[in-house]
């Protein structure tokens, strides 16, 4: 089962192969996320088309692919270049959304 609770959520930048598995995944990031592979961080990666998406993570005892697949459009992703998403910005990713502006309304201390 997916949960996103309190997990950190890493997007690789880079198109792949959507065709890799578990030991080529974890080798891509293990190369650009050190030490963060054991951790139980999701990590995201999409093909060249960007309308398949690809998410590996440890669950404790081994390691979860979740994929899914667009029949139509494509996964936006935004332009600022950081490898790090929020929960919220993982979620409209996954779920087509494409953000114009986020701001939070308030922060608490």
Not at 28 to 50: D, H, I, Q
Not at 53 to 74: Q, T
């Amino acid at each position: 089962m997916l949960s996103l609770s309190n997990n950190k959520i890493y997007l690789y930048r880079e198109p792949i192969n959507i065709g890799k598995s578990f030991e080529g995944l974890s080798a891509l990031v293990e190369s650009s996320f050190p030490e963060t592979l054991y951790s139980g961080s999701y990590f995201a990666f999409m093909n060249k088309n960007c309308n398949s998406m690809k998410l590996l993570a440890w669950d404790g005892d081994g390691f979860a692919i979740y994929y899914k697949r667009l029949e139509k459009g494509k996964f936006v992703i935004n332009n600022k270049g950081e490898c790090r998403l929020t929960r919220r910005e993982f979620l409209m990713l996954f779920e087509g959304i494409h953000p114009i502006h986020l701001e939070k309304r308030f922060k608490l201390k």
